[in-house]
């Protein structure tokens, strides 16, 4: 309704203690607390809030998730603590018992068992199909790797893809994507569903955004959900080379408004691997693998191809973004970028020399990174780069370059809760460890300020987060797992427990 007001009253924000006027979603005043502030100055709201001194901020951004996936993670078995293959394929096997066999679609058909997040690069042993098929002869089974970047799958599942006759099973990069994209299609209405629920839990840590860069064609789900149900937060859908051509028909650019809370994101480039599937593409063979085909990694984008698919987006006014992991491949980037005079964007840019980091700062490139990822992988870091450690998981070194950061997740290979974001960034530690490289933890502050887009001044969209603890005197437990009191969207209610 046009003009309707709501008021946080009390709030502290930045040491003060004031009240909020909120209108058609914006913030139309801020003053001090009280009957003459900002409240009382405009009269009597609709609504207010008394939010009795907690912490107010502005909402937080995830910027980078696979949505659908992530609405995936929590209705499939995990392998993620599994520390071999054989435990991996135990714990599918008692998986297909709980379950009471296969899971079925909502016509009642079988659909394969998948599990998730299998991380096999300290693994004693190899993923094969023995194991695998070890877990059931009969029924159709298959792990995604917490990377995303390797399927592994038994006989079975490799009929019904058909690839039978594959001799190990797992299949790792294009392969894998493609089969990831088959086993994720499940009907609209169960999973949006789905997205739903990890979009509320989402709101209830806080988010108000995300960089939805899931490699299916996004928009038209999107705008479907938004028309079931009001959206728990915005959504930036990004765009993958597959859907350029088609993106480009539409008339689609960057930025452009597809609904109230939905916009087109960058183009979405990917030209390495990963860490853990050892497809990241460095400059030095990884250990073990020396003299083998692909010892370095692989480069699944060569710079030529890559310059032209940049050409061809960026003179569509879509925004890139590139995906680049191994010190090879981000030095790829970055020539590229030069080239073509552009600043960009980099996601994940793991493993970067310290020339490249300055390049990177010098371009004013902004760095999409995952701080969270640092300490799931330390341990693969310190084998398979090993020596090379000082420059993996950089992020206060990026700020001091001069590049801009993008806080986020990549969920599901890390959970999507800016909080967890933000303390492994200024912590460089979990689970009581000694802190990995603490000289590239950054401050309370610069994560946040890396993990929100507005402020709480007036006319900027009412999309805020009161907090039971100040972020700024909480202790590593407290801001890992940061008590959310309320999320607003644009003035609306996503998430309360006052």
């Not at 659909?111 to 059931?136: I, K, M, Q």
């Not at 996004?218 to 959900?225: E, G, H, I, P, V």
């Not at 051509?245 to 408004?257: F, K, P, S, V």
């Not at 390049?359 to 701080?371: F, M």
Request: hydrophobic letters at 45%.
């Amino acid at each position: 309704m046009s003009g309707r007001t709501l008021v946080l009253r009390d709030a502290n924000v930045g040491g003060d203690q004031v009240d909020v006027l909120i209108r058609d979603g914006l913030i139309a005043a801020v003053g001090a607390a009280g009957a003459d502030g900002a409240a009382g100055a405009a009269g009597a709201a609709d609504d207010e809030i008394r939010l009795e001194g907690r912490h107010l901020m502005p909402g937080l951004w995830d910027n980078h998730v696979h949505m659908n996936q992530w609405a995936l993670f929590s209705k499939r078995p995990s392998t993620f603590h599994a520390g071999s293959a054989r435990e991996a394929a135990a714990i599918m096997a008692t998986a297909l018992v709980e379950n009471g066999g296969l899971p079925t679609n909502a016509e009642g058909a079988q659909l394969p068992l998948v599990g998730t997040g299998f991380r096999d690069g300290l693994w004693p042993d190899t993923p094969n199909l023995e194991l695998l098929d070890a877990a059931s002869s009969t029924a159709p089974i298959m792990l995604v790797s917490a990377d995303l970047h390797t399927v592994w799958l038994n006989t079975p599942a490799l009929g019904l893809f058909g690839l039978a006759g594959h001799p190990t099973g797992v299949l790792r990069e294009e392969p894998a994507f493609e089969i990831e994209g088959r086993i994720n299609s499940l009907p609209d209405d169960v999973l949006d569903q789905w997205v739903e629920d990890a979009s509320l839990a989402a709101a209830a840590r806080g988010v108000v955004g995300i960089v939805d860069l899931e490699m299916s064609w996004n928009t038209d789900s999107w705008l479907r959900r938004s028309a079931r149900a009001p959206l728990a937060h915005r959504v930036e859908a990004g765009v993958y080379p597959q859907h350029l051509e088609r993106a480009i028909e539409a008339g689609m650019r960057t930025g452009d408004a597809l609904g109230e809370l939905i916009t087109v994101g960058r183009l979405k480039i990917i030209t390495d691997g990963s860490l853990g599937t050892r497809t990241a593409y460095c400059f030095d063979e990884y250990p073990g693998l020396e003299g083998q085909p692909n010892s370095r990694g692989l480069l699944t984008l060569p710079p030529d191809e890559l310059e032209a698919l940049l050409r061809r987006g960026i003179s569509a006014g879509l925004v890139p973004t590139v995906h680049a992991i191994g010190d090879h491949a981000n030095s790829h980037v970055l020539d590229v970028f030069e080239k073509l005079g552009i600043s960009g964007r980099i996601e994940h840019a793991q493993l970067l020399t310290s020339a490249d980091t300055a390049r990177l700062g010098a371009l004013r490139a902004e760095a999409s990174v995952q701080p969270e990822h640092a300490l799931d992988d330390r341990d693969l870091a310190d084998r398979h780069w090993h020596g090379r450690t000082a420059d993996a998981f950089r992020v206060r070194s990026l700020v001091e370059a001069g590049a801009t950061l993008a806080l986020g997740s990549d969920a599901p290979v890390a959970p999507l809760d800016p909080w967890v974001t933000i303390a492994a960034a200024t912590e460089r530690t979990k689970d009581e460890r000694a802190p990995w490289h603490p000289e590239e933890t950054i401050g309370v502050d610069d994560a946040i300020a890396a993990s929100i887009r507005s402020s709480i001044a007036i006319g900027q969209p009412a999309d805020l987060v009161a907090l039971d603890a100040d972020p700024a005197t909480a202790d590593s437990q407290t801001l890992r797992t940061m008590p959310v009191a309320l999320t607003l969207l644009a003035g609306r209610t996503t998430h309360t427990t006052l």
